[in-house]
């Protein structure tokens, strides 16, 4: 059982930066897919950006060069790293962990309050 714990979160005004960073319990090497998603009342959890053991990443269209998510092994932690936050940013953001590429287990952390406001 991968478990993933999430920090950083907090408030900032618009156009702040964040950094968020999810401590994974076991070692990084060997979970195939490691993400960001985020939900906000009343709308589905979408995805904010993922990263591969190969070095592959993809992010939410929303995200425009924004944010950038970044694995360090030596760690065992993902993070994402949020500038030029905007209000509609505001969500609970969760880290997740797709250990097979092929099927298997998902894990999720229990995620991070991010507040954008004025």
């Known amino acids: 059982q991968v478990q993933l714990v999430e920090s950083g979160g907090g408030s900032v005004q618009p156009g702040g930066s964040l950094r968020l960073s999810c401590s994974v319990s076991?070692?990084?090497?060997?979970?195939?897919?490691l993400g960001w998603y985020r939900q906000s009342p009343g709308k589905e959890r979408e995805v904010v950006a993922e990263?591969?053991?190969?070095?592959?990443?993809d992010y939410g269209a929303f995200v425009k060069g924004r944010f950038t998510i970044s694995r360090d092994d030596t760690k065992d932690s993902v993070y994402l790293s949020m500038n030029n936050l905007d209000v509609a940013d505001t969500a609970v953001y969760y880290c997740?962990?797709?250990?097979?590429?092929?099927?298997?287990?998902?894990?999720w952390g229990l995620g991070t309050q991010v507040t954008v406001s004025s």
């Open positions: 997740r962990a797709k250990p097979s590429r092929l099927g298997g287990s998902i894990y």
């Open positions: 076991e070692d990084i090497g060997g979970i195939y897919l």
């Open positions: 990263a591969d053991t190969y070095g592959w990443t």
